[in-house]
């Protein structure tokens, strides 16, 4: 089974690919948040021969301007059930991602052909134009590396933030990363295309000791020894939404 990558951080997206150089590493990926003046460095990508999306307008937009590459979808492109999953690929989608709210027994029903599954990262929980760095330290753009900030919860875990500066916005993620690890043997039998590892809180030396961990899951059958990681959550994969 393949694997695929995605990192929100260059350097670490550049470490795995020298690490890693067997595994697809994600390099052109749309915003979470697209604004019209940004439509000038979205168009630059659309020389790559492969581009991730996250929102409708982004695809409107890879459509709009007549995009013959291969066309990614994220889980924000929501494929709930077979009539979705069929619409995308109507409209040019070579490979949609799992939403993150289905189930084992749902994902099997919904079908996986030309789809892809998260097993490992921090779920995206808020996604806010209010730039939280800006509210504390001012306005300081950095718009090659953004900035990382924590927010303390109620129960006193702090929920990661990455300020992404290029494109004025900010995703807040879970404390606790999903990992479906203990799955495998069930997500073997998806006969899915691929499967997706998502860093984004995580440091470079973090990404490759958890991706080394995986790949030896996943294409080697190992199963001795822990992950290189304690709290996890398998998300809705095993219950669904209640």
Do not use: W
């Not at 919904?110 to 929980?125: A, D, F, K, N, W």
């Not at 690890?181 to 006969?191: G, P, S, Y």
Request: hydrophobic content about 35%; some cysteine; proline content about 4%.
């Amino acid at each position: 089974m393949d694997i695929s990558v995605l990192c929100e951080d260059k350097t670490t997206a550049e470490l795995l690919e020298k690490t890693y150089p067997q595994l697809h590493i994600y390099k052109n990926v749309f915003p979470y948040v697209m604004r019209k003046k940004d439509g000038e460095t979205l168009r630059e990508m659309l020389k790559e021969d492969e581009i991730l999306v996250r929102t409708p307008d982004g695809l409107g937009f890879l459509l709009e301007n007549g995009y013959k590459g291969r066309i990614v979808a994220d889980a924000q492109l929501y494929t709930f059930n077979r009539s979705a999953k069929d619409l995308l690929e109507k409209r040019g989608v070579f490979l949609d991602t799992v939403p993150l709210e289905l189930n084992f027994h749902e994902i099997r029903e919904r079908g996986t052909q030309s789809s892809e599954l998260m097993i490992y990262g921090h779920v995206p929980m808020m996604i806010s134009s209010q730039c939280l760095y800006k509210n504390t330290e001012g306005c300081r753009k950095d718009e090659k590396n953004g900035h990382r900030v924590a927010l303390r919860d109620r129960m006193g875990k702090k929920q990661g933030c990455i300020c992404f500066c290029r494109y004025c916005y900010n995703v807040i993620f879970n404390s606790v990363p999903l990992s479906l690890h203990t799955q495998m043997d069930r997500i073997r039998k998806l006969d899915l295309k691929s499967l997706r590892l998502y860093f984004t809180l995580e440091d470079p030396g973090e990404a490759v000791r958890i991706t080394d961990y995986f790949v030896g899951l996943v294409r080697d059958g190992k199963k001795d020894g822990m992950p290189p990681f304690k709290d996890y959550t398998t998300g809705h994969f095993v219950k669904g939404v209640e």
